[in-house]
Every structure is written in structure tokens, then in C-alpha cells.
């Protein structure tokens, strides 16, 4: 009796444990994706804007289809076997202990498996780790609490000091809170941009989700990753390494602007003279180095 209520249980919770799983698995499949930015309520990957996240995306949606299949198939086998192999419908149990074709057989398609998902994760990250014909440099360093950029190739650009813009500041400039700063770094679209990352003190992360990049900021070591932009716009991140109390509260903002924009800003010093604001920061900073 003991047993079979076992039986039950586990039954159930696998159940359960598989209807999650495919509820998060395709509901975030087709659910809301934000472009640079968390959309609410959804938890799949933001969309791409670079050809690393585009890749990233393809191999993440393999994964999951080929975990999703074996779940499945796990789940119906034990479900056969308790069902068809029970005490009630066989009494005399075998006593086979080898079997060659089915040993053969899940040792051969696992690996099968494994080179599926192999082939494209190393293409990735190969893709991920080789720079190629880096256009633009830009440095970020990770301090505490706020992200600080410079650009090596252009010493009239001042460093940028990327300080989180609080409550009230992020509702008036309508960006979102804990992701909007008072000095975004500018880089230009199409361009392949190396970033170099470092860190003053303790290991932060720069991420960027569109971007599909993370890399560690590590003191005393310089990382570096790139990424090329496809599109403009504001993309944000946040650092992703678990670094100290205000961990949350250093955000990552990225301006892409256009070609003929970057040179003009990287002309003026690094300031939007033909911008609303005047550079890139709404509380008119750009050049915030005072603010460190
Ligand atoms: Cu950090």
C-alpha cells in the first residue's frame, strides 16, 4: 500500500514538474520581448540586435526543443513502465540484466545529441570570442557603484561616468528605473565595437541582453568582447556579477546613434551639439567626470 502511494506521488509531481516546465518553456517562446529592454511579464530572451544574440537565440530555442523532447519521452517511458510493468499486471518479473541493442542504443544517441547541440555552441562561441576588424574601442570600468567608459582612440572624449538615475529623475525622462543613467556610453550602428572591461575593485559584470554579451569585469585583468549594433536605439543592461550592496544600482545604458552622429559627437568632444539635449545625458552631464 506504502508503495503504491509512492508511486502516486512521484507520478504527480512529474506531472506537475512537466506541465511547468512547458508552460515556461512556450508560453515564453511566444511571449513578450523587449528591444533593449525587460518586457513586462515577459521572461523569454530579449530581441536580438546583434548577430551574436541572433545566434545566441538559435541555440538557446534548439536546447530547449531538444530538452523538451527528451522530457517528454522520459515522462512517457516511466509512465508505460508503471502502468504496463506494475506488480498487478506482471507478477513474474524478468530477470534480463543486459540488453545490447538498447545499450548500444542510449549510449550512441545521447552522444548524437551532444554533437547537435555541440556543433552550433562551439560556432558561438567562436563567434563570441574572436574580434573581428574592431572599428571602435570603447573601455568600460566597473567601479563602485557606477559603470565608467572611456575611449582610447579619442583622448578629447572626457570619461563618461554612468551614474543611475533614481525614481523621480527616470519617470521625468521616461526610462525605466534601475536601467536609465544620467551618462550613456555612444556607440555607432553597424560597427563592430570591441569593449574592453575592467573593474577598480571587486568583479562586476558588463551585460548587455540584446547584445548578447556578458563579460567579466575583473580587477587587474582586462576582458574584452564586442558586439555590432544592427539597429539605433537605446539598449540597457545591468552588471550581472553579485559585486556588493549596491550591486542593483549600476546599470549599463548604451546610445547607438548613427555613423555621421558618433563622428560629429566624437567631433565635439563627446557632446550631441545637434541634440534636444545638447549631449547625452538628460541632467546634462556627458562630461560627468566631477560626479566620481
Ligand atoms: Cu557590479
Same mark, same amino acid.
Given at each position: 500500500?506504502?508503495?503504491?502511494?509512492?508511486?502516486?506521488?512521484?507520478?504527480?509531481?512529474?506531472?506537475?514538474?512537466?506541465?511547468?516546465?512547458?508552460?515556461?518553456?512556450?508560453?515564453g517562446?511566444?511571449g513578450e520581448r523587449g528591444m533593449g529592454v525587460p518586457a513586462d511579464n515577459g521572461f523569454y530572451l530579449q530581441d536580438s540586435a546583434?548577430?551574436?544574440m541572433?545566434?545566441?537565440? %538559435?541555440?538557446?530555442?534548439?536546447?530547449?526543443?531538444?530538452?523538451?523532447?527528451?522530457?517528454?519521452?522520459?515522462?512517457?517511458?516511466?509512465?508505460?513502465?508503471?502502468?504496463?510493468?506494475?506488480?498487478?499486471?506482471?507478477?513474474?518479473?524478468? %530477470?534480463?540484466?543486459?540488453?545490447?541493442?538498447?545499450?548500444?542504443?542510449?549510449?550512441? *544517441?545521447?552522444?548524437?545529441?551532444?554533437?547537435?547541440?555541440?556543433?552550433?555552441?562551439?560556432?558561438?562561441?567562436?563567434?563570441? !570570442?574572436?574580434? %573581428?576588424?574592431?572599428?571602435?574601442? *570603447?573601455?568600460?570600468?566597473?567601479?563602485?557603484?557606477?559603470?565608467?567608459?572611456?575611449?582610447? !582612440?579619442?583622448?578629447?572624449?572626457?570619461?563618461?561616468?554612468?551614474?543611475?538615475?533614481?525614481?523621480?529623475?527616470s519617470?521625468?525622462?521616461?526610462k525605466p528605473y534601475l536601467l536609465a543613467?544620467?551618462?550613456?556610453?555612444?556607440?555607432?550602428?553597424? =560597427?563592430?565595437?570591441?569593449?574592453?572591461?575592467?573593474?577598480?575593485?571587486?568583479?562586476?559584470?558588463?551585460t548587455v541582453p540584446s547584445f548578447g554579451?556578458k563579460?567579466?569585469?575583473?580587477?587587474?585583468?582586462?576582458?574584452?568582447?564586442?558586439?555590432?549594433?544592427?539597429?539605433?536605439g537605446t539598449f540597457y543592461g545591468q552588471?550581472s556579477?553579485?559585486?556588493? *550592496? %549596491?550591486?542593483y544600482?549600476?546599470p549599463i545604458e548604451v546610445?547607438?546613434?548613427?555613423?555621421?552622429?558618433?563622428?560629429?559627437?566624437?567631433?565635439?568632444?563627446?557632446?550631441?551639439? =545637434?541634440?534636444?539635449?545638447?549631449?547625452?545625458?538628460?541632467?546634462?552631464?556627458?562630461?560627468?567626470?566631477?560626479?566620481?
Open positions: 500500500m506504502r508503495s503504491k502511494n509512492t508511486i502516486i506521488a512521484l507520478a504527480v509531481a512529474i506531472v506537475l514538474a512537466v506541465i511547468s516546465y512547458v508552460i515556461l518553456a512556450f508560453v517562446l511566444s546583434t548577430p551574436v541572433d545566434d545566441l537565440t %538559435k541555440v538557446y530555442n534548439l536546447v530547449t526543443y531538444i530538452i523538451s523532447g527528451i522530457v517528454a519521452f522520459v515522462l512517457g517511458l516511466m509512465a508505460y513502465i508503471m502502468i504496463r510493468y506494475r506488480e498487478k499486471a506482471n507478477p513474474v518479473p524478468s %530477470k534480463t540484466s543486459h540488453h545490447v541493442g538498447l545499450e548500444v542504443a542510449w549510449t550512441i *544517441i545521447p552522444v548524437l545529441i551532444l554533437i547537435v547541440i555541440a556543433i552550433p555552441s562551439m560556432n558561438l562561441l567562436y563567434k563570441q !570570442d574572436v574580434i %573581428k576588424d574592431t572599428e571602435v574601442t *570603447i573601455k568600460a570600468v566597473g567601479n563602485t557603484w557606477n559603470w565608467a567608459y572611456t575611449y582610447p !582612440d579619442h583622448e578629447n572624449v572626457e570619461e563618461i561616468i554612468s551614474n543611475p538615475l533614481d525614481e523621480t529623475q519617470k521625468e525622462a521616461g543613467t544620467d551618462a550613456a556610453v555612444v556607440v555607432p550602428v553597424d =560597427t563592430n565595437v570591441k569593449v574592453l572591461v575592467t573593474s577598480i575593485n571587486n568583479m562586476h559584470s558588463w554579451i563579460m567579466d569585469a575583473v580587477p587587474g585583468i582586462i576582458n574584452e568582447t564586442w558586439f555590432r549594433a544592427n539597429r539605433e552588471c556579477e553579485i559585486c556588493g *550592496i %549596491k550591486h544600482y549600476m546610445k547607438v546613434v548613427s555613423k555621421a552622429e558618433y563622428a560629429r559627437w566624437i567631433a565635439n568632444d563627446g557632446s550631441f551639439t =545637434t541634440s534636444v539635449a545638447n549631449n547625452n545625458s538628460i541632467l546634462g552631464g556627458g562630461k560627468t567626470a566631477a560626479q566620481k
